[in-house]
């Protein structure tokens, strides 16, 4: 039997964040040398960091009720990371910013997708 941790590993959208999270790291020193980037930094960090988080903490809560609860604020925090990206552009590269917008709408379509799913199948 799978233990919500194995499900956790597996789904899909959980690792493209984490990913996501660590390519950050490498795009936050080119943003730690202007004190406006900086600034940015430390929020994306911490939303970037929070969607990980949100959906370790659903997963690790069980399969109730508060796992789409947990999903959606990993979801919300994902809208947050992508406007941050947007507003990134005065010192990322183009096409790095449309890259990393492009995984996290991949990450917030997951998302819905699987809190839809999950509280579709509640319904019925």
Not at 39 to 46: A, C, F, H, S, T
Request: glycine share 8%.
């Amino acid at each position: 039997m799978a233990t919500s941790s194995d499900r956790l590993e597996s789904f899909g959208i959980y690792k493209l964040a984490c990913q996501l999270f660590d390519d950050f790291w490498a795009e936050s020193e080119i943003l730690g040398k202007d004190y406006r980037g900086r600034e940015l930094v430390k929020q994306q960090i911490r939303s970037l960091d929070s969607i990980c988080a949100n959906i370790e903490e659903g997963y690790g809560r069980g399969f109730g009720k508060e796992l789409p609860q947990h999903l959606k604020i990993a979801r919300g925090e994902a809208r947050e990371s992508k406007g941050r990206y947007e507003r990134c552009r005065h010192l990322l590269p183009a096409e790095l910013i449309a890259k990393r917008i492009d995984t996290l709408d991949h990450i917030i379509g997951g998302l819905t997708n699987t809190i839809n799913t999950i509280e579709k199948r509640r319904s019925e």
